[in-house]
């Protein structure tokens, strides 16, 4: 069975969001285990959303294959819960394979199965969970992480990339694949990749040039002018590059680059695209070109991306 753990005003989504993926998992494989919501009590668990759960009481370490650790605001009373800690001891003894979803890695560290390895969990929560569990060797910007038998996630909708990864394992990437196109996902993120948006870290993203911005990452394979920008906004090219630089922090140049990067570097580590193939779909054109742009933005050239994607 695959137990996912809440507790009071946990986060639906970091629950859900595993559960769905397991659920499907029977679909496609009809040997896999069946979920379960659990908890320290039995009966309904209400959510931070105010939704209310229906969980068993925790089962015996023997009935478990796979725990999952939900996150959200009650997530601090779990870390000082005995029973709580107890029993996620108790399975990792066992060598149970456990995970955690977004603030659910607290759960794990206070038990002590992060100690001394990798680990993710929300990029918000980095400083206080560095200041509280300095022994863990935290990684903010990975959408998940494993380390032998512990697996841990980023925020909320991360939990759905890792319940997928943990479904390729056990059944193979077909089922992995079958479930994603079911649960209608635009595509399978791996481990490696990085918890932000170059949308999300532009300046006003939805504001007067956000549709722009949607359009050219949706375009990423054409070649894309300062001009042609600057027709679609209705502005003089020189009077759109001072305009777009100032309400987004960004040059117009600069910005489609931040877009080919992130577009270019979701495809190196969650496909087996040629290089090449990548760089032409993104507009990098030359593959060489693409690599001199990894090195500056991540300090690696795709080959290096991709392998340690394949890793985690």
């Given at each position: ?70 996150g ?70 990975r ?19 890792l ?37 999300l ?82 507009g ?14 991540f ?14």
């Amino acid at each position: 069975m695959i137990g996912i753990l809440i507790f009071p005003d946990f986060q639906l989504l970091d629950a859900a969001g595993p559960a769905s993926v397991f659920e499907m998992a029977r679909r496609f494989a009809p040997a896999a285990p069946p979920v379960q919501m659990i908890a320290v009590q039995s009966g309904p668990v209400r959510s931070s959303s105010g939704v209310e759960v229906l969980a068993a009481r925790l089962p015996s370490a023997n009935a478990i294959t796979t725990l999952v650790v939900a996150g959200g605001l009650g997530v601090d009373a779990a870390t000082e819960c005995r029973k709580t800690l107890a029993f996620v001891r108790r399975l990792a003894r066992r060598g149970v394979r456990v995970a955690s979803v977004c603030s659910g890695a607290y759960v794990l560290a206070a038990a002590g199965l992060l100690d001394g390895r990798k680990a993710t969990t929300h990029w918000c929560r980095t400083q206080d969970f560095v200041s509280r569990y300095p022994k863990v060797r935290l990684d903010p910007d990975r959408i998940f992480l494993r380390d032998g038998h512990v697996w841990t996630s980023a925020g909320i909708s991360a939990g759905i990339d890792l319940a997928l990864a943990i479904a390729a394992e056990d059944h193979g990437d077909g089922v992995a694949k079958d479930i994603a196109c079911q649960l209608v996902l635009y595509h399978r993120r791996s481990g490696g990749q990085s918890q932000f948006s170059s949308l999300l870290e532009l300046k006003t993203p939805n504001g007067r040039f956000g549709p722009l911005l949607t359009w050219v990452r949706e375009h990423l394979g054409k070649p894309i002018t300062v001009e042609m920008l600057a027709d679609r906004a209705g502005l003089s090219p020189r009077h759109f590059a001072r305009v777009f630089t100032a309400e987004t922090g960004s040059t117009p140049s600069k910005a489609i680059e931040r877009l080919r990067l992130e577009v270019a570097r979701e495809h190196v580590q969650s496909s087996g695209d040629l290089i090449e193939r990548v760089a032409e779909a993104t507009g990098f054109r030359d593959p060489e070109r693409m690599r001199r742009a990894f090195v500056r933005a991540f300090g690696q050239p795709p080959q290096a991306l991709r392998r340690a994607a394949r890793k985690t």
